[in-house]
T-cell receptor, first 113, second 114 residues
Framework: SQQGEEDPQALSIQEGENATMNCSYK?????LQWYRQNSGRGLVHLILIRSNEREKHSGRLRVTLDTSKKSSSLLITASRAADTASYFC?????????????FGTGTRLTIIP | DSGVTQTPKHLITATGQRVTLRCSPR?????VYWYQQSLDQGLQFLIQ???????AKGNILERFSAQQFPDLHSELNLSSLELGDSALYFC?????????????FGPGTRLTVL
């Protein structure tokens, strides 16, 4: 079953506005990662936040993690048309003795020029 | 460009057939992961190899198999194909065995089963 669930499923905003996406997960984690996927292409790693971190920044990206609520958020500030993509959170975990990364359902972000 | 290459880019085949997808990891990466992305199932982890050995298994069907060769490239074999196997198949690589680091994804192979 999917570990991470993103919310909203889709988001459209004007260029220059900020975009916030949320991810909720079910079991305890060591790390949470965010990836971006342009339509039909491979995923690109954006940022990794460890379970003992609460906030992390990378350029226009800000990620928060609340392990008590089992949730994370990704904020993209001053959005650009090039930010149009799907965004996925990924959590590590164990499944039947296998260590694996589980991806959420994704948020499809559209930036309107 | 992530440095991970996948061939072919597109594959169209019929039900019941067998296909092989190929992946070359980034130079220096020892881990290779295979994922399947479909509209109804999302992005699903299939299997991981590390330095030639199977390390982790996910939602991989018995009709599917994979291997990693001494030169570290990997192949995913899909047999007795069904319509539901139509999907994007991604390969990813990382330096280490553990999943606690970023993975570098290839451009994917789009498989269409008719």
């Amino acid at each position: 079953s999917q570990q991470g669930e993103e919310d909203p499923q889709a988001l459209s905003i004007q260029e220059g506005e900020n975009a916030t996406m949320n991810c909720s997960y079910k079991t305890s984690i060591n790390n949470l990662q965010w990836y971006r996927q342009n339509s039909g292409r491979g995923l690109v790693h954006l940022i990794l936040i460890r379970s003992n971190e609460r906030e992390k920044h990378s350029g226009r990206l800000r990620v928060t993690l609340d392990t008590s609520k089992k949730s994370s958020s990704l904020l993209i500030t001053a959005s650009r048309a090039a930010d149009t993509a799907s965004y996925f959170c990924a959590t590590d975990g164990w499944d039947f003795g296998n260590e694996k990364l589980t991806f959420g359902t994704g948020t499809r972000l559209t930036i309107i020029p | 460009d992530s440095g991970v290459t996948q061939t072919p880019k597109h594959l169209i085949t019929a039900t019941g057939q067998r296909v092989t997808l190929r992946c070359s990891p980034r130079s220096g990466d020892l881990s290779v992961y295979w994922y399947q992305q479909s509209l109804d199932q999302g992005l699903q982890f299939l299997i991981q190899y590390y330095n030639g050995e199977e390390r982790a298994k996910g939602n991989i069907l018995e009709r599917f198999s994979a291997q990693q060769f001494p030169d570290l490239h990997s192949e995913l074999n899909l047999s007795s194909l069904e319509l539901g196997d139509s999907a994007l198949y991604f390969c990813a690589s990382s330096v280490v065995a553990g999943i606690y680091n970023e993975q570098f994804f290839g451009p994917g192979t789009r498989l269409t089963v008719l």
